[in-house]
């Protein structure tokens, strides 16, 4: 399970350099919980980075069922379909705390990851990290008990195992969003939450702080 915990924020530590470079529509806003930054079927005509806090993707079944498929934080891209030529949002993208988001006009991000080889490099190498992470946590889904997934997920939540200092007290976030994450059910989240908060792993009291001793769950077999 140590490999489960990829350093994608060191990976792009420059981002905010590269990005000072690109030249066209880009503006800088702040984003808060109660308004969905895109939603499930917008037109995908830009891509974002985060600059600072957390944000929810989720996606929607035909039958109405919402899926939590990732949590991203300060140094993430996300939006990036638009690039691969998707014309209408996949997915819809919420703020789970405050936000200080750049957004990207598309063709502009087309043309910095041309022109730009460095850019371009840096981008990419986030890209496969993405892409790895989410194939540990499909196997996280189909192998490992629901009290060690929802263990995983709230240290990557805090970014432990990054090179950049993790953040001891998370976002907000409540037991029915865990529970979609790690696929199980509300009540099961709540039973190991109390768990992990008598073993010392854990502490909330109006915020959730995460210790590093629930990396004892991850890595026991």
């Given at each position: 399970?140590?490999?489960t915990?990829?350093?994608?924020k060191a990976?792009?530590?420059?981002?905010?350099?590269?990005?000072?470079?690109?030249?066209g529509?880009?503006t800088?806003?702040?984003c808060t919980?109660?308004?969905?930054?895109f939603?499930?079927?917008?037109?995908?005509?830009s891509?974002?980075?985060?600059?600072?806090g957390?944000?929810?993707?989720?996606v929607?079944?035909?039958?109405g069922k919402?899926?939590?498929i990732?949590i991203l934080?300060?140094g993430d891209?996300?939006?990036?379909?638009c690039?691969?030529?998707?014309p209408?949002r996949?997915a819809?993208?919420t703020?789970?705390?405050?936000c200080?988001?750049?957004?990207i006009n598309?063709a502009?991000?087309?043309?910095a990851?041309?022109d730009d080889?460095?850019?371009?490099?840096?981008?990419?190498?986030?890209?496969?990290s993405?892409?790895?992470r989410?194939?540990?946590d499909?196997v996280?889904?189909?192998f490992?008990s629901?009290?060690?997934?929802l263990?995983?997920?709230l240290?990557?939540l805090?970014?432990?195992?990054?090179?950049?200092?993790?953040d001891?007290?998370?976002?907000?976030i409540?037991?029915?969003t865990?529970?979609?994450?790690i696929?199980?059910?509300?009540?099961?989240?709540s039973?190991f939450?109390n768990?992990?908060r008598?073993?010392?792993f854990?502490?909330?009291n109006?915020?959730?702080?995460?210790?590093?001793?629930?990396?004892?769950?991850v890595?026991?077999?």
């Open positions: 399970m140590k490999g915990m990829v350093k994608t990976q792009i530590a420059n981002g905010q350099e590269f990005l000072a470079k690109i030249n529509d880009k800088i806003s702040k919980s109660k308004k969905a930054i939603s499930q079927g917008d037109e995908a005509d891509i974002f980075y985060i600059e600072k957390k944000v929810k993707i989720t929607v079944s035909t039958v919402e899926a939590v990732a934080g300060a891209f996300f939006g990036e379909g690039l691969a030529g998707q209408r996949m819809t993208a703020p789970l705390e405050e200080t988001l750049v957004r598309k502009v991000m087309v043309r990851l041309r080889p460095a850019f371009s490099s840096v981008f990419l190498t986030y890209m496969l993405r892409n790895i989410m194939e540990e499909l996280d889904q189909l490992n629901s009290e060690k997934r263990a995983r997920t240290l990557l805090a970014s432990f195992g990054k090179e950049s200092k993790p001891l007290v998370i976002a907000k409540s037991q029915e865990l529970a979609e994450m696929g199980t059910t509300r009540s099961r989240v039973f939450m768990k992990f008598k073993l010392g854990i502490k909330y109006g915020h959730l702080e995460v210790h590093s001793s629930l990396l004892s769950v890595l026991h077999d």
